[in-house]
């Protein structure tokens, strides 16, 4: 059974300071996705990684994917208090269809 | 804005009944997905179809139904609904989603909230 962890599953950080969430699934999978979640809403898609050493980047965050260590990350830089939210990562075995997510990690920019 | 549709947006029902939830896929999207999202068992899959028929099968519990109709939107029943059952269900679609190496994005709906009492 696939299982997808992160962490840390909560992160309180300041503006302006760097940090980077970990995303470690257990089977393999050439398909990755991280997610972003506001209280009470849907998810919304930011990174799509398919292959090995994928590197995505928009505004101040930065996804990559290492396939064979079977870990992604997702970089925060330059925190802002606009990115305060929850962040899944989620894979798709190879040839399923399914989405597995992990616990997700809750976000807090202070100012 | 990703173009899938739910309804209704919140339900609140007793335990005991049965309540009915509507999505409506992206134009073109042949691939239905229903996935609950709760405090106690975080996100999980439900249940996918694909151009009507049954594809894969998740964490769904027996008093949990689904199909995906001609018009490709889908329904999710739940009947003897308990107070377990309160979560956001989400709804998702694709282009793809057949078995093999389909290179696809999943697009979700705004979800409905149901509260069980």
């Known amino acids: 059974e696939l299982k997808v962890e992160q962490n840390p599953l909560f992160l309180s950080m300041q503006e302006g300071k760097n940090y980077t969430i970990y995303c470690n699934y257990s089977?393999?999978?050439?398909?990755l996705y991280w997610y972003r979640q506001d209280p009470g809403k849907s998810l919304e898609s930011l990174f799509v990684?398919?292959?090995?050493?994928a590197v995505k980047q928009e505004g101040r965050l930065m996804a990559s994917l290492d396939t064979k260590a079977r870990l992604s990350t997702l970089h925060i830089t330059a925190a802002v208090h606009d990115l305060s939210a929850t962040y899944f990562c989620?894979?798709?075995?190879?040839?399923?269809?399914?989405?597995?997510f992990g616990e997700g990690t809750q976000l807090t920019v202070n100012p | 804005d990703s173009g899938v549709t739910q309804t209704p947006k919140h339900l609140i029902t007793a335990t005991g009944q049965r309540v009915t939830l509507r999505c409506s896929p992206r134009?073109?999207?042949?691939?239905v997905y229903w996935y609950q999202q709760s405090l106690d068992q975080g996100l999980q899959f439900l249940i996918q179809?694909?151009?009507?028929?049954?594809?894969a099968k998740g964490n769904i519990l027996e008093r949990f139904s689904a199909q995906q109709f001609p018009d490709l939107h889908s329904e999710l029943n739940l009947s003897s609904l308990e107070l377990g059952d309160s979560a956001l269900y989400f709804c998702?679609?694709?282009?793809?989603?057949?078995?093999?190496?389909?290179?696809?994005?999943?697009?979700f709906g705004p979800g409905t909230r149901l509260t069980v009492t």
């Open positions: 998702a679609s694709s282009v793809g989603g057949s078995n093999g190496p389909l290179i696809y994005e999943q697009y």
């Open positions: 089977t393999t999978s050439d398909r």
């Open positions: 990684l398919l292959s090995n050493g």
């Open positions: 989620a894979v798709i075995e190879t040839s399923g269809s399914r989405l597995t």
């Open positions: 134009s073109g999207d042949l691939s």
């Open positions: 179809y694909y151009n009507g028929e049954e594809r």
